[in-house]
């Protein structure tokens, strides 16, 4: 099934063609919703395609299905109210110092944009996800880099998506997929490819960003790449609920077998009573948590070695240990050790980094110096958690400072709560510095779209020539700052 170099070039060459079949936003609103409405009609074969490649289970892939299908018409509704042109109009000033000509400014789709699908979502982050969603609500054709691990069900999203798009005249090349690791490569390179959105390893995304830099002509590479997702919990608050808090550290730890991308991967716990109980909690609900089936063997491979290699650390504790469950399964476990280690460089640094799977580590902090220590040596995340006491929450003690040291860390910050669970709103970021994400952008939410469009401004161009979106009548009713007032 691996594409060819011609096949490659056929596909983006097909995109690129029907790019102009995207140009009417009516026309790009509908193809989304017909979308949504095809993938829902055909909800039994896809689900039972994508349980025979990733045993997900029919409860988590319906579930993911539907969230597909309300991101295909949360973009509709995006593209229909026009917002995303970021449309500003400056009629002359000769008063202004230097004098201001007729400006007139929007944003345009970019072109054909690679998508990498991800193997823990086969339908919110594929074919049909988040990154193809926004693309196409930009005006953006894309051709999907189809992920090994469900390749069948790939092949049937697109297909949806095509007919999809045939039903409102767009060519179904507006939709394109390939398949093999050679094929992303040549994806990225291709001249005609003028973006792309990546959700997968930090080394595997590095690999195409520098791919995508290193072209003729360098393009915007959004890439998910990894993220350990700290939490702190302060004193006060394991003192108020530590059990409460533990339990929800299993429940996130262990959710989807622990793969999903904001996995909370390091936790600060006091030591002393309170921190006693929150692990004995976490002991608890972790050691009742059922062995689960990672994606593929390779996943399960780097998993037991991984959290094997971490637990031979010198005073690395296991209360519940993870690895192996049966022949296809992993069970969920976590290790403990004293932050004093992870405060300095050296051989604790592996546990500083990603385990994918079902494991966290609990790093027992002795003051509030070590947990700033510890923070201050952590890379780039999706997120960052802290759990506080009522009176924190109100404003007594830390609770500001803690928010204000973790917001450089992520792109989210959550109090007293789990980052699992991605909510698709308008306010979302799910990104970070590096190497959670390559860009400053988000994949999901409504600024997605942004990704895949550039400003241009047009001077004293007269207005009988100028795109709709721009004239002064406003005759398609768009959202706008006009000569600095903003119009609704």
């Not at 991984?306 to 993870?322: D, F, I, K, M, Y």
């Amino acid at each position: 099934m691996e594409a060819t170099a011609q096949e490659v070039d056929a596909a983006v060459r097909a995109a690129c063609a029907a790019r102009g079949a995207l140009a009417d936003r009516a026309v790009r609103s509908a193809f989304l919703r017909t979308a949504a409405e095809q993938l829902e009609a055909a909800k039994g074969g896809l689900v039972e395609t994508a349980d025979a490649e990733t045993a997900l289970g029919p409860v988590r892939l319906n579930g993911e299905l539907a969230r597909t299908c309300y991101q295909l018409r949360a973009f509709a509704d995006i593209v229909d109210e026009g917002a995303f042109l970021d449309v500003i109009i400056n009629h002359p000033d000769d008063t202004a110092t230097p004098p201001i000509p007729d400006l007139r400014r929007y944003k345009v789709p970019l072109g054909v944009v690679a998508v990498y699908s991800a193997s823990n979502f086969p339908f919110a982050f594929s074919v049909a996800g988040g990154d193809t969603a926004s693309a196409l609500g930009a005006g953006c054709p894309v051709v999907v880099k189809a992920h090994p691990d469900h390749p069948a069900l790939s092949e049937l999203v697109a297909k949806v998506l095509r007919r999809a798009a045939a039903a409102h005249g767009i060519p179904e090349g507006v939709v394109g997929l390939v398949h093999g690791f050679e094929a992303g490569v040549e994806l990225v390179k291709h001249p005609l490819v003028s973006a792309a959105g990546f959700t997968g390893s930090v080394r595997g995304g590095r690999a195409l960003f520098d791919a995508a830099a290193a072209r003729p002509t360098p393009i915007p590479f959004h890439g998910e790449l990894g993220s350990l997702n700290p939490v702190v919990v302060t004193e006060a608050a394991a003192a108020e609920r530590a059990e409460a808090i533990g339990t929800g550290l299993a429940g996130s730890m262990t959710l989807g077998v622990g793969q999903f991308c904001v996995k909370p991967g390091l936790v600060l716990a006091p030591s002393g009573a309170a921190g006693d109980r929150l692990v004995k909690s976490l002991t608890d609900a972790v050691s009742d948590t059922d062995a689960g089936v990672l994606l593929d063997h390779r996943m399960r491979d780097n998993f037991i070695a991984g959290v094997a290699e971490r637990a031979e650390l010198p005073e690395v504790e296991s209360p519940v240990t993870p690895g192996a469950g049966s022949e296809h399964t992993v069970s969920a476990g976590f290790l403990t050790v004293s932050a004093d280690k992870l405060a300095q460089e050296g051989q604790y640094d592996l546990l500083l980094e990603e385990c994918f799977g079902p494991v966290t580590v609990v790093a027992r902090y002795e003051d509030e110096a070590q947990v700033q220590e510890v923070l201050s040596r952590l890379p780039g995340n999706l997120t960052a958690t802290v759990h506080l006491s009522a009176e924190e929450a109100a404003g007594e003690g830390r609770g500001a400072e803690l928010l204000a040291e973790l917001t450089p860390l992520a792109g989210r910050v959550l109090v007293n709560g789990w980052p699992t669970g991605v909510a698709v709103a308008p306010a979302q970021h799910h990104g970070g510095p590096y190497p959670a994400t390559t860009s400053t952008s988000t994949s999901v939410g409504g600024t997605a779209i942004e990704r895949w469009m550039r400003p241009v401004t047009y001077q004293t161009a007269p207005e009988a020539i100028l795109p709709p979106e721009l004239r002064d009548d406003n005759p398609l009713g768009l959202p706008r700052r006009f000569n600095g007032r903003l119009e609704r």
